[in-house]
Nanobody
Framework: VQLQASGGGLVQAGDSLRLSCAAS????????MGWFRQAPGKERDFVSA????????FYTEAVKGRFTISRDNAKNTVYLQMNSLKPEDTAVYYC?????????????????????WGQGTLVTVSS
């Protein structure tokens, strides 16, 4: 499985960005997808996840109401629409997918449950 994340960049506080993650090498519709982020000197944290069908989504509290995860199974792509960006959103953003078809929030929040990771895309939000 290969994951290719893109869409990061340098923006000002209040701006929007849309991250994309293109998947190949596996039946995309059969796997949940997650977004994580890692700020300098910090651990990799859960941001959002979406179940296989896209019917259920999860978010960390810090991004609820500002970020929206979605997927297009026909394009093998998952998106993270980020609105009202804040300086504290600055991080490298990673998409990931597990082998197991997790559907519960607590499973999808755990980075250790993910088997395949994209290379990361840097988001920098200036104040």
């Amino acid at each position: 499985v290969q994951l290719q994340a893109s869409g990061g960049g340098l923006v000002q506080a209040g701006d929007s960005l849309r991250l994309s993650c293109a998947a190949s090498g596996r039946t995309f519709s059969g796997t949940p997808m997650g977004w994580f982020r890692q700020a300098p000197g910090k651990e990799r944290d859960f941001v959002s996840a979406i179940t296989r069908s896209g019917a259920t989504t999860f978010y960390t509290e810090a991004v609820k109401g500002r970020f929206t995860i979605s997927r297009d199974n026909a394009k093998n792509t998952v998106y993270l629409q980020m609105n009202s960006l804040k300086p504290e959103d600055t991080a490298v953003y990673y998409c990931a997918t597990p082998r197991a078809p997790y559907s519960r929030r607590w499973d999808l929040m755990e980075p250790g449950n993910y088997d395949y990771w994209g290379q990361g895309t840097l988001v920098t939000v200036s104040s």
